[in-house]
């Protein structure tokens, strides 16, 4: 039974880890637009609108 | 926009570092994916802007950005440009406090999980070892963790439930948190001392999932308020009220009409509509009271009469002196009513209430009784006590707690989908129960806006030409005309005369747009007053033609077959409006309704529906003008369509979007099937009690079986609950 010395800490820290995302999801205003997220995969802002060959392929460097 | 008029958005600004300001945005017409790139990317490529997010819950868009580049209302007409019409937004204290709420409900629920789920992987070591070969020193040690990770996690999540019920006590009252609280310290401390003990159970995992289930109802009930508040801030600010603002040294600027405060004076033009209350200072017009009175009939106004917002000023430029912007005094008889009518409202009671008031007496008696019952078989007093305290456990109101805000949630998901926003969460309960539904006549059965009554009796060539006059002149009528008409391409030249209406040469011949005097053609007017009773006329006169224009109330599209729908559904309809008999007669009879009185008061409004309440009648009321803001609030249910008055809007329960009243019939329909399926969830949960009960009675509810009565139940009334998503279901 001496495995429960190193499990149940584990398990608990585990726990811990969890709860700790969480709090952090939390505080980063992760649950303040929960449909966004749903509809940002469908956009495709991640693609490169066609430019003209003189302007490099790079994403919009406004300040 | 101009700069000159573009509105002052200063009271929207906040201000997040040196030269950085921030502001939120509402904005019409976000639908999809599409909508929020083109607004993100449209706005964050504009020099100056460093933040712009699309929150498509709430339908709004935050963007931060250096003050020295652009002002507030540039922002505003990018978002313009770019296809977007925009209005700021002011977060008011109010919406912190709902935001902070239900951040908090979500860290105890966060911390509620991380407990019950560790506490379990203790808990089902243990019952398995029960059945085998754990020794005593290993259980001890299993319950004396369990007791480490409980204790604390019940002390920080449990809190709304304690306060609550504290709150309670000190009021000297009791709610449902009283036996949860008191369910929960008992659990918790019977555990304590039967792991001092060296018992075999241990009810750790009962108390603090007890809690993690309450608190999703706890959480759904909060979302549900929050979502609520947010649409209803959101359709204040889309109503875009602006107010030309004097200021001391004589200039004028256009302010939101929150940002104006009583004592301002504010300038109204003629055509325009007046979005504050107040009284006038200087000037002389007619006021169209139509969208706050349902009187059709302009009245004149001077100098120290009392405006109203969202009346209309017709003719004649004003000076308002504020008295109070977009919420405070109104018509004092309507105040009255209003106060009157919402304290009648309150003494509705909800299902759930309903529920707990009969819920906590049945589990303290039973505990008791429980309690009694073993000690007269002969138990020791502390075994007899244990079996109580797990009475008290096994009976706690996860599904209860549940039962009614998944339905609520859900259903007021379904709603928002048909165009409808709930101001209230209890609404769809009441709105389930009506059976009469009342309808005012103007704004709500009809269109808000003057349409135009006889297309047929003008040729296309007279109609463009009067629609390109009508397109000069600021008077209601002639935009409605050249709304109506679909003009483009106004007259240059076009000469106003005020009072009368509009003149221009064109190719040689004069035209002439206004009054009948003004373009000679009283008889023609006269004969189309036969035709139309109760509308609104405007003459044009080209060279030696004459055309009348009639303009009034039309119904609402969908109004017949809407009306038709509610029929069916076995409910009464009635109208009551404060229009004039001539206009309303044909109204009902083209909705074949037969039961309607017209020139009706707000006061009798209310007498109305007092003799319908007595009646034993559940009543809808659906309104939009101020004067039916009594009956709004007096009714059993009542919504508004979003173009009605403010105060209307705060009074129902429900608004609903759009051109059509279809609406109303999905609300119903929706209502009808959440209350069933709230009524559903109580009596499971009943149910439940009755299979639960017995064997926590005959001392065999172990921590076992108590964990899997309360997750299952929890989860059979979510998932009943969830069928509220699905319109054909029942």
Redesign the interface.
Request: aromatic fraction near 6%.
């Given at each position: 039974m001496n495995i429960i010395i190193i499990l149940l800490p584990l398990a608990l820290m585990l726990g811990f880890a969890g709860l700790a995302a969480f709090l952090w999801s939390l505080n980063t205003g992760q649950f303040e637009d929960l449909e966004g997220a749903g509809w940002r995969v469908l956009s495709d802002d991640d693609l490169q609108p066609p430019r003209s060959p003189s302007v490099p392929a790079r994403k919009d460097t406004a300040p | 926009m101009s700069m000159a008029n573009a509105i002052d958005c200063s009271a929207f600004i906040w201000h997040v570092g040196p030269g950085r300001a921030r502001m939120d945005i509402a904005i019409d017409g976000i639908r999809?994916?599409?909508c929020?790139?083109a607004i993100?990317?449209g706005l964050?490529?504009?020099?100056?802007?460093?933040i712009a997010r699309?929150?498509?819950?709430?339908k709004r868009v935050t963007v931060e950005w250096d003050e020295a580049k652009l002002a507030g209302a540039q922002i505003l007409q990018r978002l313009k440009d770019i296809g977007y019409q925009g209005y700021p937004f002011a977060s008011g204290a109010a919406d912190g406090n709902e935001?902070r709420a239900s951040?908090y409900l979500?860290?105890c629920l966060?911390?509620a999980?991380?407990g019950a789920?560790?506490i379990m992987?203790l808990s089902v070591s243990v019952w398995s070892g029960n059945v085998s070969d754990i020794t005593t020193e290993?259980r001890d040690?299993f319950h004396w963790?369990s007791a480490l990770?409980a204790l604390p996690v019940a002390a920080y999540s449990g809190r709304p439930f304690f306060d609550s019920a504290l709150a309670a006590l000190r009021n000297r009252s009791v709610n449902m948190d009283v036996p949860i609280t008191l369910g929960i310290v008992l659990a918790l401390g019977m555990s304590v001392v039967q792991t001092m003990q060296h018992a075999e159970h241990a009810y750790f995992d009962s108390a603090v999932m007890l809690i993690f289930f309450l608190l999703i109802g706890r959480l759904l009930d909060q979302m549900m308020r929050k979502r609520a508040r947010d649409m209803a801030a959101n359709v204040a600010a889309l109503r875009a009220e602006t107010a030309t603002l004097i200021r001391e040294d004589g200039s004028t600027a256009v302010l939101p009409v929150r940002a104006v405060n009583p004592g301002d004076r504010v300038l109204v033009l003629p055509g325009e509509k007046i979005s504050v209350d107040g009284r006038i200072i200087s000037g002389r017009s007619h006021i169209d009271q139509s969208l706050v009175t349902g009187e059709i009939a302009h009245l004149p106004a001077a100098a120290g009469a009392k405006v109203y917002g969202g009346t209309i000023n017709i003719d004649g430029a004003l000076t308002i002196e504020v008295t109070a912007s977009h919420e405070g005094t109104l018509l004092d008889e309507v105040e009255a009513l209003l106060s009157q009518a919402t304290a009648a409202r309150s003494k509705y009671v909800l299902l759930a209430d309903r529920a707990a008031r009969l819920y906590a007496p049945f589990v303290h008696a039973t505990a008791l009784a429980t309690f009694t019952g073993w000690m007269l078989a002969g138990e020791s007093w502390a075994h007899a006590l244990v079996i109580a305290i797990t009475v008290l456990i096994i009976t706690c109101p996860c599904a209860l707690g549940l039962a009614i805000p998944a339905v609520q949630i859900t259903a007021a998901g379904a709603l928002f989908r048909s165009g409808v926003l709930l101001r209230n969460g209890d609404a769809i309960e009441r709105l389930a129960q009506a059976d009469t539904i009342v309808f005012d006549k103007t704004g709500t059965l009809t269109l808000p806006q003057a349409e135009w009554l006889n297309p047929a009796d003008a040729s296309a060539e007279i109609c463009e030409a009067a629609g390109r006059l009508a397109m000069s002149s600021r008077h209601p009528l002639a935009q409605a005309l050249a709304h109506a008409l679909n003009s483009r391409n106004p007259y240059d030249n076009v000469e106003e005369v005020p009072g009368s209406g509009v003149r221009v040469m064109h190719d040689g011949v004069e035209m002439t747009l206004g009054s009948a005097e003004f373009c000679a053609a009283n008889d023609q007017i006269s004969k189309a007053q036969l035709l139309y009773p109760g509308a609104s006329f405007v003459a044009f006169r080209k060279g030696a033609d004459i055309a009348v224009f009639a303009l009034g109330q039309k119904l609402r599209a969908d109004a017949v077959a809407v009306v038709e729908a509610l029929k069916a559904r076995g409910l009464r309809i009635e109208i009551l409006s404060g229009d004039c008999d001539e206009a309303v007669a044909p109204i009902a009879r083209e909705l074949s309704v037969s039961d309607y009185l017209s020139s009706v008061t707000p006061a009798s409004k209310i007498a109305r529906l007092e003799i319908l309440r007595q009646q034993g009648r559940k009543t809808l009321m659906v309104g939009d003008g101020l004067n039916d803001a009594p009956a709004l609030a007096a009714a059993h249910v009542s919504m508004s369509p979003v173009s009605a008055a403010h105060l209307s809007q705060t009074a129902a329960d429900a608004l609903f979007l759009g051109e059509n009243l279809g609406p109303v019939v999905e609300a119903i329909d929706i209502a009808r099937q959440g209350h069933r399926l709230m009524v559903q969830n109580l009596w499971f949960a009943v149910l439940y009690n009755f299979v639960a009960v017995p064997l926590a009675i005959a001392g065999l509810a172990t921590p076992l079986i108590a964990a899997i009565a309360m997750s299952s139940s929890s989860m059979v009334v979510t998932l009943n609950a969830l069928r509220a998503r699905n319109r054909s279901a029942t």
């Open positions: - | 999809c994916a599409g929020a790139t993100e990317r964050s490529s504009e020099p100056g802007i460093s699309v929150n498509f819950a709430l935001a951040a979500l860290r966060g911390v999980a991380f789920m560790n992987l290993t040690l963790l990770i």
